[in-house]
């Protein structure tokens, strides 16, 4: 597995977690407000990590999703 490969996996892994947290969160399944505000700060972290890395692949011009005309 080359590089790009990975960080795409990992990429995919961020997205499928940010998803699990947002459905577990509005379904209203935190079991307290304690609990619930983990699960949110966690979403912004997480969606923190995969900013930085769309940041980082389109720098690095490895980024399918960005525009380079």
Same mark, same amino acid.
């Given at each position: 597995?080359?590089?790009? #490969?990975? +960080?795409?996996?990992? !990429? =995919? @892994? +961020?997205?499928?977690?940010?998803?699990? @947290?947002?459905?577990?969160?509005?379904?209203?399944?935190?079991?307290? &407000?304690?609990? &619930?505000?983990?699960?949110?700060?966690?979403? !912004?972290?997480?969606?923190?990590?995969? #900013? $930085? @890395?769309?940041? +980082? +692949? !389109? =720098?690095?011009? &490895?980024? $399918?999703?960005? #525009?380079?005309?």
């Amino acid at each position: 597995m080359d590089v790009l #490969d990975f +960080l795409k996996k990992y !990429q =995919k @892994l +961020l997205n499928t977690r940010i998803e699990e @947290l947002s459905v577990s969160v509005t379904s209203g399944s935190a079991r307290s &407000y304690e609990d &619930y505000k983990a699960r949110v700060g966690e979403i !912004q972290g997480v969606a923190f990590a995969l #900013d $930085e @890395l769309r940041s +980082l +692949l !389109q =720098k690095a011009n &490895y980024d $399918e999703d960005s #525009d380079s005309t």
